[in-house]
């Protein structure tokens, strides 16, 4: 099968359409329609075998994988998502794993309402490389850097799931068979926080999504921000899968360092707080208050309640 016909068979038939592409798949550029009053938001995630993904990851998941870790970024923006862009670089044209992997976009991009508008595919390696673009009302983007002293720090969901089952896939942990499904997923088919995003630009100081690891993730705010923090350990939020499968020192040490959660970490006012509780039940999302924003610039300190938690340990880096 040639490229082209991979794509048309693959892609443009199974591409979810929307009413502002003039032009998508088949051209030498996609042309789209932005709305009056919006800005664009453009994001650009590459998922690599072995790297991001162990390489016996089903098609399906890798897909959605790619999808939703592009989305979680607009999410973090406060966007909401309307295109986006694949680059797909396979060893060889396995039409049973293209099959599998185009249902699992379709899947995703169905949910969301986005449309597949272009790319490319290339022999090689298998990695997967998705622009994603959104839109976001003028001037109302979250950015990392807008969280003040006196701010409140809020997680969505429950930390460290992913890396517990990353570990259980590949043997360095011992986890119950009941809970070996809602880890696999929590690894495999992440869920990106869009709807939460979207209410957060109109209540948080800031906001970043969690790919890399709490305590990376939150280094990225403080920076930016010119802050520093005060995060309780024992307010972390974790699964009941979680608290089954490990101690309660290893489950923080997930929690503070495991990627690949795209949980939403954002801060809020405490003029906000009552008005966030109102609009995360709305969207039946909990968030959990795990610290304070503070005026030492650049210093996260680490409680267990009362106590100075010691910890050594970082989320994620490429190159380090």
């Known amino acids: 099968m040639k490229e082209f016909e991979l794509i048309d068979k693959f892609f443009r038939v199974r591409s979810h359409q929307r009413r502002d592409v003039q032009i998508g798949i088949g051209d030498d550029c996609a042309v789209v329609n932005v709305p009056q009053g919006q800005s ?11 790297v991001h993904f162990p390489e016996n990851t089903p098609a399906r998941a890798v897909a959605h994988k790619a999808v939703a870790v592009n989305l979680s970024d607009l999410a973090a923006m406060g966007a909401e998502p309307a295109w986006l862009s694949l680059s797909l670089c396979i060893s060889d044209v396995d039409e049973n794993w293209l099959d599998e992997f185009s ?3 379709q899947e995703l991009t169905d949910y969301y309402s986005v449309q597949l508008i272009g790319g490319d595919t290339v022999k090689g390696p298998l990695a997967v490389t998705i622009t994603a673009q959104g839109f976001v009302p003028r001037d109302q983007a979250l950015t990392r850097s807008r969280a003040r002293p006196g701010d409140w720090l809020y997680v969505t969901g429950t930390l460290g799931d992913a890396g517990l089952g ?7 942990a011992d986890v119950a068979p ?34 890399d690891g709490l305590i990376s993730d939150l280094g990225h705010i403080l920076t930016s921000s010119g802050c520093g923090a005060q995060l309780a350990v024992d307010k972390l939020p974790l699964s009941e899968a979680m608290r089954d499968s490990v101690g309660a020192e290893q489950a923080i040490r997930y929690a503070l360092t495991a990627g690949d959660d ?4 954002f801060t809020v006012s405490e003029e906000q707080k009552g008005n966030l509780d109102l609009a995360l039940t709305s969207a039946s999302v909990s968030a959990t208050c795990i610290g304070q924003i503070n005026g030492v610039q650049g210093k996260l300190e ?10 050594e340990g970082q989320g994620y880096q490429h190159f380090s």
């Open 40 to 50: 664009l938001v453009v994001t650009t995630d590459t998922l690599v075998s072995g």
């Open 262 to 265: 795209y949980e939403l970490l």
């Open 166 to 172: 990353l570990d259980m896939h590949q043997g360095r």
């Open 103 to 105: 249902l699992g976009l």
């Open 302 to 311: 680490l409680r267990h309640g009362k106590d100075r938690y010691e910890f």
């Open 178 to 211: 009941k809970h070996r499904n809602f880890l696999g997923n929590r690894l495999n088919y992440p869920t990106p926080r869009v709807l939460v995003g979207t209410i957060l630009r109109r209540i948080a100081t800031s906001c970043i999504d969690i790919s």
